[in-house]
């Protein structure tokens, strides 16, 4: 019982180290690719916010970032299956993954830092990097990942 204990109190307090992530999203019926069905950007939307606020393990505890997500081409492009009634999304060099959002960082209420991001990724057909291989949104993750990488833990 009393190893319970501790690791529910460390477990808390590694909690209460993390900072917080707040995501909006603007009008995603409007973005140049997110989905087809509002079943489909809603998924996608989940999948991204939820990957975004796992950042807040990673900023100092009394940090906060607040990220707009103004636009998202998702890898790849949907085309049709010869035969079938479905699309299946088909990865080519000219086909990116896109997001356009806007990012601010605070401390104690205080605004650090505030800028505007178009992340393209030109290379992510190479898989090189790939961590969320057969995840959802994988190619979006890895490059949002390697961008907050460069941009907040800096060595």
């Known amino acids: 019982m009393r190893t319970v204990a501790m690791a ?10 993390a900072g917080t992530v707040q995501v909006q999203y603007a009008d ?9 069905t509002n079943w489909d950007r809603e998924r996608h939307q989940k999948e991204l916010t939820q990957f975004l606020q796992s950042w807040g393990k990673r900023i100092g505890p009394n940090q906060e970032l607040v990220i707009e ?8 492009e949907l085309e ?29 209420g205080q605004l650090l830092r505030k800028e505007h991001v178009e992340l ?3 290379s992510y057909l190479n898989g090189s990097e790939l961590r969320w291989r057969g995840e959802a949104l994988a190619h979006e993750k890895t490059m949002l990942d390697r961008w907050f990488t460069r941009q907040f833990l800096k060595p």
Not at 8 to 17: D, F, N, P, T
Not at 28 to 36: I, L, P, R
């Open 69 to 76: 997500v103004r636009d998202v081409n998702l890898a790849g």
């Open 80 to 108: 049709w299956l010869r035969g079938y009634a479905q699309r299946l999304r088909v990865m080519r060099s000219v086909t990116l993954p896109f997001i356009d959002f806007n990012v601010e960082l605070k401390e104690g």
């Open 8 to 17: 529910v109190a460390l477990w808390a307090a590694a909690g209460a180290q």
């Open 28 to 36: 995603t019926s409007k973005f140049a690719d997110f989905g087809e």
């Open 120 to 122: 393209r990724d030109f």
